[in-house]
């Protein structure tokens, strides 16, 4: 339905900063609700930060509120994670997903995903 691609990731140290970007391919990016998940060795994925269609609704996990910020430019066809403060728990691939109508918690529930970046946070 709609092809996602991520970008900016890499190595930083703890207390350092990131900023994800995810394209999207198509020309009703407006009408997805965007999110992020990270998947750390040995762990499931697990729900970072979602936003609205319209960006007017943002929703965190409690372990990054306050450090990270999700953000969009509907007319770029692009969102943005911007990551503080980064820790060595931040370790993980994150993903980019996309699906229609309003934003959701759960992997099930998205069925556009992008190929994944890493995110390595030293100490």
């Known amino acids: 339905q709609v092809q996602l691609v991520e970008s900016g990731g890499g190595l930083v140290q703890a207390g350092g900063s990131l900023r994800l970007s995810c394209t999207a391919a198509g020309r009703t990016f407006s009408n997805y609700a965007m999110n992020w998940f990270r998947q750390a060795p040995g762990k499931e994925r697990e729900f970072v930060a979602a936003i609205s269609r319209s960006g007017g609704i943002t929703d965190y996990a409690d372990d990054v509120r306050g450090r990270f910020s999700i953000s969009r430019d509907n007319a770029k066809n692009t969102v943005y994670l911007q990551m503080n403060n980064l820790k060595p728990e931040d370790t993980a691939v994150y993903y980019c997903?996309?699906?229609?109508?309003?934003?959701?918690?759960?992997?099930?529930?998205?069925?556009?995903w992008g190929q994944g970046i890493q995110v390595t946070v030293s100490s």
């Open positions: 997903a996309a699906r229609i109508g309003g934003p959701s918690r759960w992997t099930a529930s998205y069925d556009n």
